[in-house]
């Protein structure tokens, strides 16, 4: 079974991706990962994520980056966002996440174009979403248990700005698949969301 899972930043994605993963004993995969490491290997480097070449030579990161915590910092982040708009990256990082996905028994997957792109056939597809000011909120408070000391404000305008670029990119833009369900999780504990998860692909998956 391959689940597919999307939406915008700190919307939870990755709480509820883990979650089936672990109900459903399949590998998971973070893609956001990918995007963040090669935007760091690009930073490390020298580079400019915006650059199209700097950041195609980016892709060609260590393995081990992967494993870097500072991966999980919102420059990561935006460094992730600028590299993922130019095309040639987001066709280097395609096999992989298309052979995580692919793998016998299935693959839960996260991300911004899995229910679009890379698994386009996946059994269900979640696009899980919540108020900006809630994503906002939620990670302020995960930057604060990192220690790290970020304004609130700061916060919130990195999320919308990560959210319109991610959206109006012109390849493979975060977008909810025709055939994606909708988890707002706005109003929902991370208990509440991973069960209405779990019940929405229940219901998609029932009959195979
Ligand atoms: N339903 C929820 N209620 C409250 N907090 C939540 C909920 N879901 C996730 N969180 C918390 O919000 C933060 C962001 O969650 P998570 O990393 O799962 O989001 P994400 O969409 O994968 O983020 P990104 O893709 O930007 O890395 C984490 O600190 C997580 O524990
Ligand atoms: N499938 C994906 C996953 C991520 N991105 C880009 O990477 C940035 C960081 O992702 P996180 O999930 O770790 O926050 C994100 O803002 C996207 O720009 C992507 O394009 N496609």
Redesign the pocket.
């Known amino acids: 079974m391959i689940i597919a899972v999307d939406?915008?930043?700190?919307?939870?994605?990755?709480?509820?991706?883990r979650a089936l993963a672990r109900h459903y004993g399949l590998p998971h995969l973070?893609t956001?990962l990918l995007y963040r490491a090669v935007g760091v290997s690009v930073e490390r480097a020298g580079g400019d994520p915006a650059d199209p070449a700097d950041a195609l030579a980016g892709c060609d990161f260590d393995p081990a980056l992967l494993g870097d915590p500072a991966l999980k910092t919102e420059s990561a982040?935006r460094a992730a966002s600028l590299v993922s708009v130019h095309p040639p990256v987001r066709a280097a990082l395609l096999d992989r996440q298309r052979a995580f996905a692919g793998q016998p028994g299935g693959a839960v997957l996260?991300g911004r174009d899995i229910g679009t792109v890379i698994a386009p056939q996946a059994d269900a597809k979640l696009f899980?979403t919540?108020s900006s000011r809630v994503r906002a909120e939620?990670?302020f408070?995960?930057l604060e248990?990192m220690g790290a000391d970020v304004p609130f404000e700061a916060v919130m305008a990195d999320i919308i700005a990560r959210d319109q670029r991610d959206a109006g990119r012109s390849t493979a833009p975060l977008r909810q698949a025709d055939d994606a369900d909708l988890l707002d999780?706005s109003d929902?504990?991370?208990d509440?969301?991973v069960q209405r998860a779990i019940s929405l692909v229940e219901a998609r998956t029932a009959d195979r």
């Open positions: 939406g915008p930043a700190a919307s939870g994605k990755g709480t509820i991706a973070d956001g982040g996260d899980v919540a939620r990670r408070h995960e248990r999780t929902l504990g991370i509440a969301a």
